[in-house]
């Protein structure tokens, strides 16, 4: 099983500051195989990213993943009122289980 | 518009069986991979089970194998998750999920998600 660890636990930032999340394996996620998903207070998560850097459909270009092998990196590059949520990694592509990470949240300085 | 529209959650008591359904609409059903993912109050997300377009792979989360069984219906477009031996942990609300994928070779990511389904396990 591959384990995904997110960092840090809470990112206190101000709108318009850019924002770096972490997420790191356990062992190497094949192809890259690493998505990104953001989950607003009483909603379904949303998917933003897969394939470590590919936006899905409708996501604005202020979000970007990059990262491979073990290391990962979702960046908000200017933060948006309605950016403060919680963001969580997983990993896809090898056997089961598919894994989260713990998540990262990022609040309002 | 793809829909996903989870039902059967509620209170039960541990030790016992719940049936969770999930009724698809706005995509091909028996083209894509579905699985049952959870978020237990103020935690982490889980992937919990999934199962190809057509059943022939299926995976389950250690925390739930043989005691839950996933499946589906093409026929119906719809998903299920029996759920047995029930156990406080086990409290959640759980989504449906609809694969990027067929899962023919393996699953990928969560592409399209419900609104979940609450389960409450406690005496």
């Known amino acids: 099983e591959i384990v995904l660890t997110q960092s840090p636990g809470t990112l206190s930032l101000s709108p318009g500051e850019r924002a770096t999340l972490s997420c790191r394996a356990s062992q190497s996620v094949r192809s890259s195989y690493l998505a990104w998903f953001q989950q607003k207070p009483g909603q379904a998560p949303r998917l933003l990213i897969f394939g470590a850097s590919t936006r899905a459909t409708g996501i604005p270009d202020r979000f970007s993943g990059s990262g491979s092998g073990t290391d990962f990196t979702l960046t908000i590059s200017r933060l948006e009122p309605e950016d403060f949520a919680l963001y969580y990694c997983q990993q896809y592509g090898s056997s089961p289980p598919l894994t989260f990470g713990g998540g990262t949240k990022v609040e309002i300085k | 518009e793809v829909q996903l529209v989870e039902s059967g959650g509620g209170l039960v008591q541990p030790g016992r069986s719940l049936r969770l359904s999930c009724a698809a609409s706005g995509f091909i059903f028996d083209d894509y991979a579905l699985h049952w993912v959870r978020q237990a109050p103020g935690k982490g997300l889980e992937w919990v089970s999934g199962v190809s377009w057509d059943s022939g792979r299926i995976g389950y989360a250690d925390s739930v194998k043989g005691r839950f069984t996933i499946s589906r219906d093409n026929a119906k477009n719809s998903l299920y998750l029996h759920m047995n031996s029930l156990r406080p942990e086990d409290t959640a609300l759980y989504y449906c999920?609809?694969?990027?994928?067929?899962?023919?070779?393996?699953?990928?990511?969560?592409?399209?998600w419900g609104q979940g389904t609450l389960v409450t396990v406690s005496s």
């Open positions: 999920t609809r694969d990027r994928g067929s899962g023919r070779y393996y699953f990928e990511f969560f592409h399209h």
